[in-house]
């Protein structure tokens, strides 16, 4: 049995409709996840009506995307299901990719490897189609494309969490999400820690699904570049910071992003509207990353008029 995990903030009424709608007929239940503040227990109406009974649960403040996976992930071990798909509210998931997913998975699993996640290809509803999978290398990542209509699965070192189908099992294993990441890299820590205790994950290209990243996308140099908050920005400084010291994340991982950081305090300083402001919030996130500050930015660091967003995508 197969158990979404929906993790909203402030959701947008047709975007989860359309995502609800997608997963009729491909999932056992729903879990939503509400990281809104102030959300109460009434559960919203758009909500309601939907083939599969999809359980509500309001936070009332918004703890992070790692902490509304795991109590989603939570309460499907204690509902007895097999694996858990979890899912962003601005994500949509195509006919038949959970069930092309587990043959893919069942495939792998009679040849003796050990599985830990599934993930559909992404189909990026501003920039089109997004690699089918990663691999790091040498200081840099390789990314591998293929068509999709192939449903040779390909093995890939890295994923993000919208969409990814996980075996129960191995999160009760390996532990679940990292929820002191709060947001930004809770899925490559992830992949990282599964990869080192020996389980695989692949990308099926044919099981599509259909995902927006950041609040934005623009062009530089040719290279597609999301746009996100300010804030945003600092968790994933923060948290590549971090990750980068620890032992636990593969050496090829640690490699690539070490040499990026520099790159990035500059980049994200340059996309942010409020350049000035948002560069001393860069600071800040280097900093905390080097002494493992982590949780939530306090509110009095939050710039003016900005918003975090739930979604995962790196």
């Not at 699993?109 to 189609?129: C, F, H, W, Y």
């Not at 089918?132 to 068509?147: G, K, N, P, T, V």
């Not at 992830?190 to 695989?200: I, K, Q």
């Amino acid at each position: 049995m197969i158990a979404a995990i929906v993790v909203l903030y402030h959701p947008d009424q047709q975007a989860t409709e359309r995502l609800l709608s997608s997963l009729a007929g491909q999932v056992d239940s729903v879990f939503a996840v509400d990281n809104t503040p102030g959300s109460s227990s009434r559960t919203p109406a758009f909500l309601e009506g939907f083939g599969k009974p999809v359980s509500y649960i309001p936070l009332g403040e918004n703890r992070g995307i790692a902490e509304a996976q795991n109590i989603g992930i939570d309460l499907s071990i204690k509902g007895g299901f097999s694996h858990v798909l979890l899912l962003d509210q601005d994500s949509a998931p195509c006919p038949g990719m959970v069930n092309r997913l587990l043959d893919a998975e069942e495939t792998l699993l009679n040849k003796g490897e050990q599985i830990a996640a599934m993930s559909p290809q992404i189909v990026d509803g501003r920039t089109g189609s997004r690699p089918c999978a990663c691999i790091y290398r040498w200081f840099r990542a390789r990314l591998i494309y293929r068509d999709s209509n192939s449903s040779e699965p390909v093995l890939t070192e890295n994923f993000i969490a919208s969409g990814s189908l996980i075996r129960i099992s191995v999160l009760q294993l390996l532990g679940m999400m990292r929820s002191d990441l709060f947001i930004e890299h809770v899925d490559t820590e992830f992949a990282s820690r599964v990869l080192g205790a020996g389980y695989r994950s692949y990308c099926v290209p044919n099981a599509l699904m259909l995902h927006s990243f950041g609040d934005a996308a623009a062009k530089i140099f040719g290279k597609d570049i999301y746009l996100y908050s300010g804030v945003r920005y600092y968790y994933k400084l923060r948290n590549e910071v971090y990750l980068a010291g620890l032992k636990t994340m593969s050496w090829q991982w640690r490699a690539y992003i070490l040499p990026r950081i520099p790159y990035h305090f500059v980049l994200y300083s340059v996309l942010a509207k409020d350049r000035l402001a948002t560069s001393r919030l860069l600071l800040k996130a280097i900093l905390d990353g080097v002494r493992g500050r982590l949780g939530p930015l306090e509110q009095a660091s939050i710039l003016k008029s900005d918003e975090i967003h739930p979604e995962a995508g790196e």
